[in-house]
């Protein structure tokens, strides 16, 4: 049995790391739907100048998806 000096030197265990909790998406982000599946496809948090064409990949469906952005 260990007496009290080595049990002074006997360490508690380190706690675990936790990561900072994940930033919320502004509040003036725009949710992107999928026309196939209807679910979300992606986030846009600023719209582009011009009209324009996203290709992209669904992560629900996993069909190939074109969004139009514009305002």
Known sequence: MPNNKERE??????QR???PPAEA???YSVEMSCPLC???ACDLSDYP???MWVGMKCPHCH???HL???R
């Open 9 to 14: 030197i006997i360490k508690k265990p380190t």
């Open 63 to 65: 069909n190939i998806i």
């Open 38 to 40: 209807g679910r979300r």
């Open 49 to 51: 100048n011009a009209p």
């Open 17 to 19: 790391y936790k990561p």
């Open 25 to 27: 998406p502004p509040e």
């Open 68 to 70: 139009n952005i514009k």
